[in-house]
């Protein structure tokens, strides 16, 4: 198994710019999950989805941020317009059960 | 408001001695605690995990204590490697629901 894969490993935008993150969660599992890392607040949960459907986003800093799963291998995490506060690292995770996340390698986005 | 708190951005370690890490919280309906490593440039992974309804989970070199009335966990990592050095994530969950995380805190262990 390949892993939670995420694409791109690194971004680099304009202020300005719409930026789209995206994740493959593992096969079989049916919670994603968008973390966003900074070094003041850790580990921050943005959104995350149960079998495709959004659960909980009280995570989602603003309303330039979005997320979807379109199908079961598929998510994205879109900002719009871009600002250089959002300057993290994001990791996308899955999960089958409870406690079982497995993360990806995150993005480093830096907008500037 | 975080709910779970890791106070020491850095802790540095001899090679052989003993790291403790710290982590409180504050949501008494957190029932399940788990510990993430994470090194440079890659996602943090699954350390060890402990319930509620116990005190003490022991995984080789690596053990989490917990003291429920305090609100207080630690990883105990014994003997200290070189290879250790990571960032560790405290991290907690109520009912199943989804893991809140900590600041995280930066172990260099020295050899």
């Known amino acids: 198994d390949a892993g939670v894969i995420q694409s791109p490993r690194h971004e680099v935008t304009e202020m300005g710019q719409e930026v789209t993150l995206r994740c493959k969660p593992i096969?079989?599992?049916?919670?994603l999950f968008w973390y966003r890392q900074t070094m003041m607040r850790g580990l921050e949960l943005l959104i995350y989805?149960?079998?495709?459907?959004?659960?909980?986003d009280s995570g989602m800093p603003e309303d330039r941020f979005s997320a979807k799963m379109p199908n079961a291998s598929f998510s994205t995490l879109k900002i719009q317009p871009s600002e250089p506060r959002d300057s993290a690292v994001y990791f996308c995770a899955s999960s089958e059960r409870s406690y079982g996340y497995t993360f990806g390698s995150g993005t480093r986005l830096t907008v500037v | 408001d975080q709910q779970v708190k890791q106070n020491s951005p850095s802790l540095s370690v001899q090679e052989g001695r003993i790291s403790i890490l710290n982590c409180d919280y504050t949501n008494s309906m957190f029932d399940y605690f788990l510990w993430y490593k994470k090194y440079p440039a890659e996602g943090p992974t699954f350390l060890i995990s402990i319930s509620s309804i116990k005190d003490k989970n022991e995984d080789g070199r690596f053990t989490v204590f917990l003291n429920k009335s305090a609100k207080h966990l630690s990883l105990h990592i014994v003997p200290s490697q070189p290879g250790d050095s990571a960032v560790y994530f405290c991290?907690?969950?109520?009912?199943?629901?989804?893991?809140?995380f900590g600041a995280g805190t930066i172990l260099r262990v020295k050899s």
């Open positions: 096969s079989g599992h049916n919670s």
């Open positions: 991290a907690a969950s109520a009912n199943g629901n989804k893991l809140v």
């Open positions: 989805f149960n079998n495709n459907v959004p659960i909980d």
